[in-house]
């Protein structure tokens, strides 16, 4: 096409309120020719308005496109990353699970209690723990008592959030003690409250002696 009639399209366009790039890459020329082209054309309030909100929307346009795109490698490197997190730690020895476990104890344990206590929110954690209980101290899941910390608004939800931490566990309803509750009323709404299961707290019966021995081993990692 000539360039004549270019731009006259060129003129057409940047009239109905086109931005110069968007213009520029209709046409296939460049920004600095369309700018050239259509340099004595004054757009109305409303036009400049429009193009002033193109100019910072991030989704506008190809932004849009390059936005989705980098989100997409991000998403992809994450996952990637965290599966050879998964195959870099692989299988635990005895000896790997009976370290990790210390050193669990030595961030979360109760310390200065005359029996072996440990607590958290994280299923994860707490089935690790409990793990580490059966296979690293050879302590019978019988011994293990449990009982719920729960914010006082759930005090209605016990039994079926005793329910969730029974069927990650394992363990029968005879060994969850009486739940204790906080009495500090929430200020922040949570968005999903259903996931809301409390705090655990785990503690093993006659086991004076097993936390003195997890004192010393904890002296040993930090020795």
């Not at 997409?72 to 730690?89: A, M």
């Not at 739940?179 to 655990?200: R, S, T």
Request: charged share 30%.
């Amino acid at each position: 096409m000539a360039k004549s009639q270019l731009r006259l399209i060129a003129r057409d366009l940047r009239k109905s309120g086109l931005g110069i790039k968007t213009i520029a890459k209709k046409l296939g020329v460049s920004s600095s020719t369309a700018s050239l082209w259509c340099r004595d054309i004054v757009l109305s309030p409303q036009q400049i308005q429009v193009l002033g909100k193109n100019a910072h929307d991030p989704y506008y346009g190809k932004r849009k496109v390059y936005i989705e795109r980098q989100k997409q490698l991000k998403e992809d490197k994450i996952r990637q990353l965290f599966q050879r997190g998964i195959i870099e730690v692989a299988e635990l020895t005895p000896r790997e699970l009976f370290i990790a476990g210390i050193a669990l104890y030595w961030a979360e344990g109760f310390k200065k209690d005359n029996l072996m206590g440990f607590s958290n929110s994280d299923p994860n954690m707490i089935r690790f723990m409990v793990r580490w209980l059966k296979e690293a101290c050879n302590i019978s899941i019988d011994r293990l008592r449990f009982r719920l910390g729960l914010n006082e608004t759930y005090k209605d939800k016990v039994q079926p959030i005793q329910k969730y931490w029974q069927k990650i566990l394992r363990v029968s309803d005879q060994q969850f003690q009486k739940p204790f509750f906080q009495k500090v009323k929430w200020q922040k709404i949570y968005d999903n409250p259903e996931n809301y299961h409390g705090v655990l707290r785990i503690r093993v019966s006659k086991s004076t002696d097993l936390l003195r021995k997890i004192h010393g081993w904890i002296a040993g990692l930090y020795n």
